[in-house]
């Protein structure tokens, strides 16, 4: 394991966006921004999944994802849907970051981001109640491929005007 569980993530930083699908199969638009701490030691995730227009927030989450005493990722995460939670981090490829834990309520999350290259990630995103499988074909998941988001830069050169 690396001395910095969050050096394959790192890269990350920045800000996301992209269109999808919401776990009920409407159409979503999600903002995604991950930055480092203050201190270096965890990773800052500001999430919004709304409406196509942004007009209506359908899920907003914040979350600090860093090592826990184990040296797996933690997240400490509040979400408008479930509450305050702690998402732990499960096995999976390399340039990918699954987290998955249980609600207050009882529900089961599970959140997986991948690294698609530089400009992209896959995100995909699902929440079970109590009792129900995770493979339960009749609940959906939330997916999108979200691309990296660079700020509007005026254009350079020599400004000419026409006649």
Do not use: K
């Not at 001395?3 to 269109?19: E, F, H, K, Q």
């Not at 939670?85 to 990918?96: K, R, S, Y």
């Not at 074909?137 to 050169?157: C, F, I, K, V, Y």
């Amino acid at each position: 394991m690396s001395p910095d569980p969050l050096a394959g993530y790192r890269a990350w930083c920045g800000v996301w966006g992209g269109t999808g699908a919401a776990q009920d199969g409407r159409p979503v638009h999600i903002r995604m921004e991950i930055a480092p701490d203050q201190f270096g030691v965890a990773l800052r995730m500001h999430f919004e999944a709304t409406s196509p227009d942004g007009s209506v927030l359908y899920h907003g989450v914040v979350t600090t994802i860093g090592a826990g005493p184990s040296g797996a990722l933690c997240a400490a995460t509040f979400s408008t849907i479930h509450g305050a939670m702690v998402l732990h981090q499960t096995p999976d490829d390399e340039n990918v970051l699954a987290l998955e834990g249980e609600s207050l309520r009882g529900n089961r999350i599970q959140v997986t981001i991948l690294g698609e290259g530089p400009r992209a990630l896959g995100f995909a995103a699902l929440w079970r109640p109590p009792g129900a499988s995770l493979d339960d074909p009749r609940l959906g998941r939330m997916t999108a491929t979200l691309a990296r988001l660079e700020p509007m830069r005026p254009p350079s050169g020599p400004v000419t005007t026409r006649p």
